[in-house]
Structures are given as structure tokens and as C-alpha cells.
């Protein structure tokens, strides 16, 4: 009867095939093992995304710039050529944007009086600035002197002022050498004005109004008794 009841008896490979336990067991790992796997992959993605290079993430967008807001227009534009009067002879004359206040500047006239540009005060300006020293100045100065006799008023007058060490003297006998007629004598011995008016070489001629403010200035030598140069002088005397 024993051996009967181990006949009857499975086998322990045969219950551990049969039973549904460990085969339960295997597929919950195996799902835990996945789940596992993809939480990995996942995890590792969201890193990259945050820390990877920089054109991974998102940039805000950069907000549009304002319109620059124009200028103020001028009736007298700055600038080589910009205004229509600043052609010809007067293409390199450079108009201010306003008429500007000019610092004070002494300097002598022949008799040795001290004099500033308000002694001009109501009349229209050409301030010339030249040394006795500087060819182009000597260039120059021959139209200056005939642009004096065509439009010199009490109204107009160009004011030749020579600023060098050599003082009335030095520019006495400058203007006899060029033959000038029409141009007073003036002069400056400390040679000062030419920094006070920010003269950045010579000659430089600075066209002036009635209130004593400056157009606009021409650097380097010109024709000044041309019809481009009357035109310009015209255009303030109006």
C-alpha cells in the first residue's frame, strides 16, 4: 500500500511545472525589469533635454526692438552737402543743425584795440581765421578781398583775422604782399582765437548772423567771390 500511495504521490518537478506561483512570479519581474528599463531611458532623456547644449532648451522670444523716432527736421541740415545751398564752391561748407552762441574772442584792429565779434553785433559775418604762415590762406585771401568789395554793406563784412605770433606787424605786411584792398586789418598776437572757436586747421571762415551765432563754417581755402559763396551769404543776408 505504501508504494501504491508514492505511485499516487507527483513528482516535485512535476508540481513546480504545474504550479502557477513561480510562473506568476517570473512575469511580475519581468514587468518590474521593463518598467525599470523605461523609467531609466526616460529619466536619462529628461536630463538631456535640461542640461544638453543650449539650442535643446527654449529660448524666450526676444521682444522687437522700438522704432527709432525720427529726427527733428532742420531748415539747415548739418553735414558736406546736405543743405542745397552747399554746393560748387561751397560743397565742403557744413551748415549747424541751429545757429550756435560762438565763445567770446579777442583780437586787435589796426589801431591796437581790443575788439570781439560784438563789436559786429546786427551785421551778417564772414570771420575768416589765417596766418601770415599758411599758403593756402594766401590763396585765398585775393577773393575774400573782392568778395568785401561786391557785398561789403552795413549790412555784410567779411572780418580776416590773422592769428599768429607775428601779430599786426606780421599781418600788415601779409595783406600788402597779397594786395588787398577792401580788408581791414586785424589781428591776433596770443594766437588764442583759433582754439576758442575750435578752429581745427587754417583757414577756416565762419559765416555769422546778426545775433552773433554761427551758420555753419567752411575749413580750408575757397572761393569766396564765387556766385555758390554769394548765394550762400545772400541766403542769411534775407
Known amino acids: 500500500m505504501l508504494f501504491g500511495v508514492q ?3 507527483p513528482r516535485a518537478s512535476e508540481m513546480a511545472d504545474n504550479d502557477p506561483t513561480p510562473r506568476l512570479n517570473r512575469t511580475a519581474l519581468a514587468t518590474t525589469l521593463g518598467a525599470a528599463g523605461i ?3 526616460a529619466g536619462f532623456a529628461s536630463v538631456y ?3 544638453g547644449r543650449p539650442d ?4 524666450p522670444t526676444a521682444a522687437a ?3 527709432p523716432q525720427a529726427e527733428p527736421k532742420s531748415a539747415a541740415p548739418a553735414g558736406p552737402g546736405a543743405n542745397p545751398l552747399s554746393r560748387g564752391e561751397m560743397a565742403a561748407f557744413v551748415f549747424r543743425q541751429t545757429p550756435e552762441a560762438l565763445p567770446e574772442a579777442k583780437f586787435q584792429d589796426a589801431t591796437g584795440v581790443e575788439r570781439t565779434l560784438e563789436s559786429w553785433r546786427g551785421k551778417v559775418v564772414l570771420l575768416n581765421l589765417w596766418a601770415t604762415w599758411c599758403l593756402p590762406c594766401r590763396k585765398e585771401m585775393p577773393a575774400l578781398d573782392r568778395l568785401q568789395r561786391d557785398l561789403g554793406s552795413d549790412r555784410f563784412e567779411v572780418v580776416a583775422v590773422s592769428v599768429d605770433r607775428t601779430g599786426l606787424q606780421g599781418a600788415r605786411k601779409f595783406l600788402d604782399e597779397t594786395k588787398v584792398e577792401k580788408l581791414a586789418l586785424y589781428a591776433d598776437g596770443t594766437a588764442r582765437m583759433g582754439s576758442a572757436l575750435r578752429a581745427a586747421g587754417l583757414p577756416v571762415t565762419i559765416l555769422i548772423d546778426r545775433e552773433g551765432r554761427e551758420v555753419g563754417r567752411l575749413l580750408g581755402p575757397a572761393e569766396w567771390d564765387s556766385e555758390d559763396a ?3 551769404i545772400r541766403s542769411v543776408l534775407q
Open 7 to 9: 505511485e499516487l504521490k
Open 39 to 41: 523609467a531609466a531611458i
Open 49 to 51: 533635454v535640461t542640461v
Open 56 to 59: 535643446n532648451a527654449v529660448r
Open 65 to 67: 526692438p522700438a522704432p
Open 230 to 232: 554769394k548765394r550762400l
